[in-house]
């Protein structure tokens, strides 16, 4: 399977995987406020023999397959765990709304 990862540029070391070049309009909204701007990285060929430094390989296919996206973050930092940064850093965390 051919896919494109970029690189967020508000959130450093986050990097999303997806199934087609530039289809932003699967991701929920959250995501895209979390991630900020992102900036194309590569075009990998992905197979269930490829071994990912980071991330299951198995794992990330069934994302792109079933949702069409795949958000990698920086090791030992869940997806609560960044949401919450995100929430409490952004203008709207500030004011306690």
Not at 3 to 13: D, T
Not at 20 to 38: H, K, M, T
């Amino acid at each position: 399977m051919q896919c494109f990862v970029y690189a967020s540029q508000r959130k450093h070391g986050s990097y999303l995987w997806l199934a087609r070049r530039d289809a932003f309009d699967v991701l929920p909204e959250s995501l895209v406020l979390l991630l900020g701007e992102l900036r194309f990285v590569m075009e990998v060929s992905l197979d269930e023999e490829r071994k990912l430094p980071i991330e299951d390989t198995e794992q990330v296919l069934e994302h792109l397959r079933t949702q069409g996206w795949h958000l990698q973050l920086p090791p030992n930092e869940t997806l609560a765990t960044a949401n919450h940064l995100a929430y409490t850093h952004s203008p709207q965390g500030e004011r306690g709304e």
